[in-house]
């Protein structure tokens, strides 16, 4: 089972990255389960949500403590202890941020994937939205989904112009993601 944790801030999408993220498991013919964690539900307020896939059906619903991959969508996270708290040995980071790291984040983390996720939305969405971003640099940095189910999920969150550019974020993320490897 890999298991994913998400930290971002009430209103980029950590919820929603990690229900389309499901959502495109379950289309690739696996078990997803995905669910959040409030503090003050507020747009601003820390996120945390969570992300279990795996080939056999997933029955646990806790919080994860020690996750494979940590999905960071607030540049302003990528140094709060909590982020890394826990982390598997090998573990990757998928992070939004505008510049590469000057020094490995954690000792457990193996490889890490930067992509500046609020621009590229900026840019196609016209506000800083950078959860579908996110799930293309997800894809290019772990290898383990590709863009086809990615893409096809996100039919079943947005429509029209906001689908189409919501597409654009996701192909961009993927596109433009920088891997480092530890």
Not at 79 to 91: C, D, T
């Amino acid at each position: 089972m890999i298991e994913v944790r998400f930290h971002g801030r009430g209103g980029q999408g950590s919820v929603m990255a990690s229900r389309i993220m499901a959502n495109a498991y379950v289309r690739i013919g696996q078990y997803g389960a995905s669910f959040p964690m409030f503090g003050f539900e507020r747009r601003g307020a820390p996120v945390t949500a969570f992300g279990r896939f795996d080939a056999q059906p997933i029955r646990e619903r806790t919080q994860i403590y020690n996750p494979h991959i940590v999905v960071v969508l607030d540049p302003s996270q990528r140094y709060f202890e909590n982020v890394y708290k826990g982390l598997r040995s090998e573990a990757t980071l998928v992070l939004n941020a505008d510049s590469a790291f000057t020094q490995k984040p954690h000792q457990n983390l193996k490889t890490a994937g930067i992509v500046n996720a609020d621009q590229i939305s900026l840019e196609e969405v016209g506000r800083a939205l950078p959860n579908t971003c996110m799930l293309g640099a997800f894809a290019a940095t772990t290898g383990l989904l590709p863009l086809e189910p990615l893409t096809e999920a996100l039919g079943d969150y947005f429509q029209g112009s906001r689908l189409e550019a919501n597409i654009r974020c996701l192909r961009r993320g993927y596109e433009e993601t920088e891997v480092t490897y530890f």
